[in-house]
C-alpha cells in the first residue's frame, strides 16, 4: 500500500467531526493534527480520534512538517488568508463551501495554486 495521507483539520465544529470521522475511516489517511481556537473543541476531537497534535491556531497547524493535507472546515470568514498559506506551505487543501467570500477571492485561491505546480 501506498503511503498515507498525513491530514490536518482546521475547524472541530460539527463539518470538522464529520471530516475527522471519514479520515479516521480511511485506511488511505493518518490523522495527524487538529487546529481550534475552542480549547474543549480541539481536546475533544484530539481525544476522540487519537490525534497527537492539536493546535489553537490553524496557521500553526499549517507549518507542521508531519501534515501534508488540510481540511479547512472554519467559517467562510476565517478561512479568507488560510488556503494562501496553505498552498504556499505545501499543502493539498480541501476548503468547505462556500470556498470564497466572493469570485475574486476564488480566482486568488487558483492562481497561487497553480503558481505552485511543478
Not at 493539498?92 to 463551501?97: D, G, N, Q, R, Y
Request: net charge neutral.
Amino acid at each position: 500500500m501506498a503511503d498515507r495521507v498525513r491530514l490536518g483539520i482546521i475547524g472541530c465544529g460539527v463539518i470538522g467531526m464529520h471530516h475527522l470521522t471519514a479520515a479516521k475511516a480511511s485506511p488511505l489517511i493518518e490523522l495527524a493534527a487538529v487546529a481550534d481556537r475552542i480549547e474543549e473543541k480541539r481536546r475533544r476531537a484530539a481525544e476522540t480520534f487519537g490525534v497527537g497534535r492539536a493546535y489553537r491556531e490553524g496557521t500553526e497547524l499549517l507549518g507542521d512538517p508531519e501534515v501534508d493535507a488540510v481540511v479547512l472546515a472554519v467559517p467562510a470568514g476565517d478561512r479568507i488568508e488560510l488556503p494562501l498559506v496553505a498552498l504556499r506551505a505545501g499543502k493539498h487543501v480541501l476548503i468547505e463551501k462556500p470556498a470564497a467570500i466572493g469570485a475574486w477571492k476564488l480566482a486568488e485561491y487558483i492562481a497561487a495554486q497553480r503558481s505552485l505546480e511543478i
